[in-house]
């Protein structure tokens, strides 16, 4: 009972768009796309925009998309946890507006990623086979994932609300919201520069996510300020 009247008071937005979520991740589940490259990862996820996989409104897409189980728990979580307030604080057309937004400029940002990590390659001259392998490496490099929309969120969240006590595992106390969002967007710095090997996360796209939200939520409080707390 607890559970269903949990259900039942999550805002209309987030709860449409976790159900969307996990219908996707059930249907890359049945045509193989969830860990390696596969007919519907070429078609959604986000790839580099000399793929010849890429197209426009994977830009869209991909933040639909993940990449595990354990991905789509963690993304989801958060954007139930954070997006529900801020829904509430915002009402649904606005925060779908917001939440939008975020992902899009993530995606741009990973764009952003892709043009830095293979600027070698992309300058070079290559041949025939050579551009047959680099077409492989740019299909299997492609992005997916809500992380970048929700890393807004958490933005939106933390200047909205920066004095609320958060519990981040595992620190054993709380953390104020202003201070832990900006740990976990420093963390998110750190990762894109340092760029160590089998990371694959996709840290610039978070840092794009989150800086949108921060700007966002910015310019909506100074031209309305009687939304914010």
């Known amino acids: 009972m ?9 805002p209309t937005i987030v709860l449409n ?9 059930l249907a890359q589940g049945v ?24 197209k426009p409104y994977q830009l869209v897409t991909h933040m639909f998309m993940h990449g595990g189980l354990t991905h789509l ?13 801020m829904e509430k604080v915002w009402g649904h057309q606005r925060f779908l507006t917001f939440y939008l937004i975020c992902g899009l400029v993530a995606g741009f940002s990973q764009m952003g990623s892709y ?31 809500a992380s970048g929309a929700i890393m807004g969120i958490l933005a939106a969240y933390g ?18 919201s202003k201070w832990a969002i900006m740990g976990i967007i420093a963390l998110d710095i750190f990762g894109g520069i ?7 996360v996709a840290h610039f796209a978070h840092v794009g996510g989150a800086l949108a939200g921060f700007l966002l939520v910015l310019y909506w409080n100074k031209t309305n300020k009687s939304n914010f707390y």
Request: proline letters at 6%; zero cysteines; aromatic letters at 18%.
């Open 159 to 176: 200047y909205t609300f920066p004095n609320t006590q958060l519990f981040i595992f595992p620190i054993p106390f709380p953390i104020k």
């Open 115 to 145: 043009v830095y990590d293979f600027w070698n390659i992309d300058h070079a001259v290559l041949s025939p086979e050579d551009m047959e392998r680099y077409a492989e490496i740019m299909r299997l490099n492609a992005t997916v994932g």
């Open 31 to 54: 045509f193989g796309g969830l860990n390696n490259a596969s007919p519907v990862t070429d078609l959604f996820a986000l790839h580099h925009y000399k793929s010849p996989d890429f």
């Open 2 to 10: 607890e559970f269903r009247n949990t259900f039942r008071s999550t």
């Open 73 to 85: 728990l963690f993304n989801m979580i958060g954007l139930w946890m954070f997006g529900s307030t």
């Open 194 to 200: 340092t760029n160590t090997a089998n990371d694959n």
């Open 17 to 25: 768009l976790i159900i969307i979520n996990v219908l996707v991740f």
